[in-house]
């Protein structure tokens, strides 16, 4: 499976950017999704993702980028829509003068459709937590 990043990564949302910076990127990513029921009716759903490959900015400098996420949720039997667990999700750019690390663990809920995100810690300045949209963590 090949992955495109989308709008890219810019000093719009990522701060650590030197103004006018855009770094676009390609590369394999590959996902695992298992889902399981046991006996009393709890579904636990494991879901592991890693994209890696090469990205380029606007004056033609290229840069490697490593992204791993995972997480992994159940319901209840009270609440069978609702999943609750913990996400680890790590994102690294590195390439001429510039190095990026950011991730996060943090706590999850879902019905996914939405994602509520309660951080453990987090370092770099990944995604804004309060609505899940990406800051340096762009995947």
């Not at 989308?6 to 695992?32: F, H, K």
């Not at 890693?50 to 992204?67: E, P």
């Not at 609750?84 to 459709?113: C, E, K, Q, R, Y």
């Amino acid at each position: 499976m090949s992955f495109v990043g989308g709008a890219g990564l810019s000093n719009d949302t990522c701060q650590y950017l030197p103004a006018g910076t855009v770094i676009q990127w390609s590369g394999p990513e590959t996902s695992r999704f298992i889902q399981k029921t046991d006996a009393s009716g709890v579904t636990t759903i494991s879901v592991v993702s890693h994209a890696s490959g090469k990205a380029t900015d606007q004056d033609g400098n290229t840069y490697a980028f490593n992204y791993s996420n995972a997480f992994r949720v159940s319901n209840s039997v009270d609440d069978p829509a609702t999943f609750t667990g913990v996400m680890t999700d790590s994102f690294s750019l590195a390439g001429p003068g510039l190095h990026l690390s950011n991730g996060f663990i943090a706590n999850l809920t879902t019905d996914f459709s939405t994602f509520v995100f309660d951080p453990i810690n987090s370092r770099g300045d990944p995604i804004d937590f309060s609505d899940g949209s990406a800051h340096c963590d762009p995947l």
